[in-house]
């Protein structure tokens, strides 16, 4: 989190905002062929534990294959692209840059399910932090020598050939010219419903982007990415740390519900103390964290990222549910939800758009996100056997703790108002920090074993 921030933060005072919002195009589409090319079958790898070694063997020899054949309708499609975005041949170029990724997201699958399955988690740290250190210094200084835009490609296309090169050192795989179809059809079951629900959500989360871009300016579109992208940063961290390691931990005790929704309620309760916490902390420091973390030159940017930081709380909360519906086998549920919600965030996008509001398309996407947690509970509760008020009744603690913290800055903003930014950001911070040691001390993070010891030495000292 800290490389990629310090990264970004050298790159927005370099780039324009018609820049990332280019890159945010092309992204798109690349994220949307990995995603279809995926075919879900990481998780499937994690899951099934009855897999042998020619199994994994068959279906890296597939990737590999379906590999270089989805790099090739994805170049085909290319031209079609540009003309849904007027023609635009700087577009065009990096479209075709991108390309490396499609091949590298696909041949990459399995090397890292692997490592996953084996819990290997200290090396995917580590090969993470030496990827976004190494790419995101040649994006810097590529930026500094002029090269622009082409910058923002560095991080995306070595990026995805360090992920493949270093996964395949750590687990190498033999590939097989005849591979058997046996073995793919052993994850299919599973892996079906999986590609249907990562290709929903890929569409329902890009949809606002893909509309802007097409119905607003580029300079818009970039103001709006920027927001949407910090709103992102501490739920993706989040996200990381927890999904890949939840899988293959909770698919050890599939077939025992009870242990599995303890396991998630003490999740979603810290997530809850964590998510509103920080929502109501970035929704008042927005300002301030806007021009500290990416310059003055973003400052149109504020409006729709104070908006977007009201869904922080509701997104965090939902990041785990992904892998609990995955551990209890239930996919095909998941898929499911994720329809609704689907229709209901492309209907929120529609009416923004309709506007002509990016302001009010960042509200209704707000409202949408907390309608999809309400949704994915609903689904979750029938497969663990529980009510859906036990969920909720959950985040009242939390809740109560957020109203508090609120109010807090809310009177301190009235009483307080210094414009000075990182005087302001500074006392703000204070605040917020003194808030989360009250926390600890109350026992909200008690499930954490560092929390504890810090609640231990807190209650001594005092």
């Given at each position: 989190?800290?490389?990629?921030?310090?990264i970004?933060?050298i790159l927005?005072?370099?780039?324009?905002?018609?820049?990332?919002?280019?890159?945010?195009?092309?992204?798109i589409?690349?994220?949307f062929f990995?995603?279809?090319?995926?075919?879900g079958?990481?998780?499937a790898?994690?899951q099934?534990?009855?897999?042998?070694?020619?199994?994994?063997e068959?279906?890296?020899s597939?990737t590999l294959?379906l590999a270089?054949?989805?790099?090739?309708?994805?170049?085909?499609?290319?031209p079609?692209?540009?003309?849904?975005?007027?023609?635009?041949?700087l577009?065009?170029?990096?479209f075709?840059?991108?390309?490396?990724?499609?091949?590298f997201?696909?041949?990459?699958?399995?090397?890292?399910?692997?490592i996953l399955?084996?819990?290997?988690f200290?090396?995917?740290a580590?090969?993470?932090i030496f990827?976004h250190?190494i790419?995101?210094?040649?994006s810097?200084?590529t930026?500094?020598?002029?090269?622009?835009?082409?910058?923002?490609l560095i991080?995306?296309?070595?990026?995805s050939?360090?992920l493949?090169?270093?996964?395949y050192?750590?687990v190498?795989?033999?590939i097989?010219?005849?591979f058997?179809?046996?073995?793919?059809?052993?994850?299919l079951s599973?892996?079906?419903?999986q590609?249907l629900?990562?290709i929903v959500?890929?569409l329902y989360?890009a949809?606002d982007k893909i509309l802007i871009?097409?119905y607003?300016s580029?300079?818009?579109?970039g103001y709006?990415?920027k927001?949407?992208r910090?709103m992102m940063l501490?739920?993706e961290?989040?996200s990381?740390?927890?999904n890949?390691?939840?899988?293959?931990?909770?698919?050890d005790?599939q077939n025992?519900?009870?242990i599995?929704?303890n396991?998630?309620s003490?999740?979603i309760t810290?997530?809850?103390?964590?998510?509103?916490?920080?929502?109501?902390?970035?929704f008042?420091t927005?300002?301030e964290?806007?021009?500290?973390?990416f310059?003055?030159q973003?400052?149109?940017s504020v409006?729709?990222f104070?908006i977007?930081s009201?869904?922080i709380?509701?997104?965090?909360?939902?990041?785990?549910?992904g892998?609990?519906?995955q551990?209890?086998n239930?996919?095909k549920?998941?898929?499911?939800?994720?329809?609704?919600?689907?229709i209901?965030?492309?209907?929120?996008?529609?009416?923004?758009?309709?506007?002509?509001?990016?302001?009010?398309l960042a509200l209704?996407?707000v409202l949408?996100?907390?309608v999809a947690?309400f949704i994915?509970?609903i689904?979750?509760c029938r497969?663990l056997?529980?009510?859906l008020?036990?969920?909720?009744?959950l985040?009242f603690?939390?809740l109560?703790y957020?109203?508090?913290?609120?109010?807090i800055?809310?009177?301190?903003s009235?009483?307080c108002?210094?414009k000075?930014i990182?005087?302001?950001?500074?006392?703000k911070?204070?605040i917020?920090?003194l808030?989360?040691?009250?926390?600890?001390?109350?026992?909200?993070?008690?499930?954490?074993?560092?929390?504890?010891r810090i609640?231990?030495?807190?209650k001594?000292?005092?």
């Amino acid at each position: 989190m800290i490389v990629s921030l310090c990264i970004t933060m050298i790159l927005s005072r370099i780039l324009t905002p018609s820049d990332f919002a280019i890159i945010v195009l092309a992204n798109i589409v690349i994220n949307f062929f990995s995603v279809v090319s995926t075919v879900g079958i990481g998780p499937a790898i994690i899951q099934n534990k009855t897999l042998s070694d020619k199994n994994i063997e068959d279906i890296f020899s597939f990737t590999l294959y379906l590999a270089l054949i989805l790099s090739a309708i994805y170049i085909f499609f290319i031209p079609l692209l540009v003309e849904f975005y007027g023609r635009n041949r700087l577009l065009e170029n990096i479209f075709y840059l991108l390309s490396f990724n499609v091949f590298f997201a696909l041949v990459t699958i399995v090397p890292n399910a692997l490592i996953l399955k084996q819990k290997k988690f200290q090396f995917l740290a580590l090969r993470t932090i030496f990827i976004h250190i190494i790419t995101g210094v040649i994006s810097i200084l590529t930026a500094l020598k002029g090269l622009g835009i082409y910058a923002l490609l560095i991080t995306p296309i070595f990026g995805s050939i360090l992920l493949f090169t270093t996964s395949y050192i750590y687990v190498p795989v033999k590939i097989r010219c005849d591979f058997s179809i046996v073995s793919i059809k052993k994850i299919l079951s599973f892996s079906f419903y999986q590609i249907l629900f990562n290709i929903v959500y890929i569409l329902y989360r890009a949809i606002d982007k893909i509309l802007i871009g097409r119905y607003f300016s580029m300079d818009i579109l970039g103001y709006y990415e920027k927001s949407y992208r910090l709103m992102m940063l501490p739920l993706e961290n989040v996200s990381n740390v927890i999904n890949p390691v939840l899988h293959p931990i909770l698919s050890d005790y599939q077939n025992e519900k009870k242990i599995i929704l303890n396991a998630y309620s003490k999740m979603i309760t810290l997530l809850a103390y964590l998510g509103f916490s920080l929502s109501v902390f970035i929704f008042f420091t927005s300002s301030e964290l806007i021009v500290l973390i990416f310059g003055e030159q973003w400052l149109p940017s504020v409006p729709v990222f104070k908006i977007l930081s009201l869904s922080i709380g509701p997104q965090i909360i939902q990041s785990p549910i992904g892998a609990v519906f995955q551990a209890i086998n239930q996919v095909k549920s998941l898929f499911y939800a994720s329809i609704i919600v689907m229709i209901t965030t492309i209907l929120a996008v529609i009416i923004g758009i309709y506007q002509h509001s990016v302001e009010k398309l960042a509200l209704y996407l707000v409202l949408t996100m907390f309608v999809a947690n309400f949704i994915y509970n609903i689904y979750l509760c029938r497969h663990l056997k529980c009510k859906l008020l036990f969920i909720f009744t959950l985040l009242f603690k939390p809740l109560f703790y957020t109203i508090v913290l609120a109010s807090i800055f809310y009177i301190y903003s009235i009483l307080c108002p210094i414009k000075a930014i990182f005087f302001s950001f500074s006392i703000k911070g204070l605040i917020f920090m003194l808030y989360m040691l009250i926390c600890v001390y109350a026992g909200c993070f008690d499930e954490l074993p560092a929390a504890k010891r810090i609640s231990v030495f807190i209650k001594r000292i005092c």
